[in-house]
């Protein structure tokens, strides 16, 4: 197992911005990619956002694009979530994963290390 440490969630007002940090520890994981899922109350795992081993490619969720940007530091071993202009409806725990390709990709299937979740609640 890679430990995957998220960090950075809590509570917002709407409008607001959080930044969260995905750091893996007890391996690199600068060779694949990373992503973003999130998970609402009574909701199925969701994709948020995607990046490749290298940093130059990256997928969004319709329902971020613009408003979050994924990043990613290897020399750090850190995955980045800034989230901007926060809605109700972004409110879920917020989930990072390490892909077994180098290449982003939608599917959660294509992820095999996980993090335990940050919860992000954004008030109206």
């Known amino acids: 197992q890679v430990p995957l440490v998220e960090s950075g969630g809590g509570l917002v007002q709407a409008g607001g911005s959080l930044r969260l940090s995905c750091a893996a520890s007890?391996?690199?994981?600068?060779?694949?990619?990373m992503g973003w899922f999130r998970q609402a109350p009574g909701k199925e795992r969701e994709f948020v956002a995607a990046?490749?081993?290298?940093?130059?490619?990256?997928y969004y969720a319709d329902s971020v694009k613009g408003r979050f940007t994924i990043s990613r530091d290897n020399s750090k071993n850190t995955v980045y979530l800034q989230m901007n202009s926060l809605k109700p409806e972004d409110t879920a725990v917020y989930y990072c994963?390490?892909?077994?390709?180098?290449?982003?990709?939608?599917?959660?299937?294509?992820?095999?290390?996980w993090g335990q979740g940050t919860q992000v609640t954004v008030s109206s």
């Open positions: 994963a390490v892909s077994v390709y180098g290449s982003p990709n939608y599917s959660q299937g294509a992820y095999r290390y």
């Open positions: 007890g391996r690199t994981f600068s060779n694949y990619a």
């Open positions: 990046i490749s081993w290298r940093g130059d490619t990256s």
